[in-house]
């Protein structure tokens, strides 16, 4: 032991000195590459900063609630379509839910809105739209400034084919970024999620099998995400619709928008 540590002779010594500095050296040059990269775009001001500027932040009424579900006991659940207007697939659900008295929210994209707002137009009075953005973009990768935008001209598009100021919205793919969550408060939103979303890959051809599984998964205050626009596999889910309403109802469920679903549901109890 005693020659072991005689080995470690000042040629060692001062090599290990070195090499303890030049790693303190390359740590500090790392943070500080860090810090220099992250204090622009997009940590400060951008798509993952809730911030804007050292001013006062304009963000309505400075508080913004999320929602994946309903807090509800009641046998209360909501059907949401994404991504539409379009005329292949949106008329096809509104027909079907028209049929079966079944009200949804439609979280509409404002580009689609402009363009196909024929295909909806006088039939949404028992509907709730939502904004889902402008052009379907990721949020999420945009600053403050440009997500507010975006879902300002989605808005102002669904208000004008509606009549009545969209309330909810649901980004595309779900991205929370912090520039979504500064744009969805200055506009005083509500962020809906998903507790449940159809599948329809994992059931080619069997839309009663989806059927069944969303029927079987379903609990009180679940919000389904489902689409009226994209690829054809998700004529699986919209042609099991029916079955899934029926199903849904044989236990007991009734169908309301995601408002609606929240307007029912209770605070949750405080915690000690």
């Not at 951008?46 to 508080?63: D, F, K, L, M, R």
């Not at 069997?206 to 009226?228: F, S």
């Not at 042609?239 to 849904?248: F, K, Q, Y």
């Amino acid at each position: 032991m005693a020659e072991g540590t005689r080995g470690w002779g000042r040629r060692d010594l001062l090599r290990r000195g070195l090499l303890v500095v030049g790693g303190v050296a390359v740590g500090a040059g790392a943070s500080e590459g860090w810090r220099r990269t992250h204090h622009r775009l997009p940590i400060a001001g951008g798509a993952a900063s809730a911030t804007v500027g050292n001013g006062q932040q304009e963000v309505g009424v400075g508080a913004l609630e999320v929602f994946w579900s309903g807090r509800t006991s009641q046998r209360l659940v909501a059907l949401t379509f994404d991504d539409g207007p379009a005329p292949q697939w949106t008329p096809m659900v509104l027909d079907t839910l028209a049929r079966h008295r079944v009200p949804a929210t439609f979280f509409m994209v404002g580009a689609q809105v402009r363009r196909h707002a024929d295909v909806v137009r006088g039939r949404l009075v028992e509907h709730e739209v939502g904004n889902h953005s402008w052009d379907h973009r990721d949020l999420a990768e945009l600053d403050a400034t440009e997500a507010y935008d975006d879902l300002r001209r989605s808005h102002d598009a669904i208000a004008e084919l509606t009549g009545m100021q969209p309330t909810l919205l649901r980004p595309p793919y779900g991205h929370l970024g912090g520039a979504v969550l500064h744009a969805a408060a200055r506009l005083d939103y509500r962020l809906v999620l998903w507790s449940l979303q159809m599948v329809e890959r994992d059931f080619p051809d069997d839309p009663a099998g989806h059927a069944r599984r969303i029927v079987t998964e379903v609990r009180p205050g679940t919000i389904v995400l489902g689409h009226d626009v994209g690829a054809h596999r998700r004529l699986v889910a919209l042609r099991g619709l029916t079955d899934m309403i029926n199903g849904l109802r044989s236990r007991g469920y009734t169908f309301v928008t995601v408002s609606a679903l929240l307007r029912a549901s209770v605070a949750p109890a405080p915690t000690r």
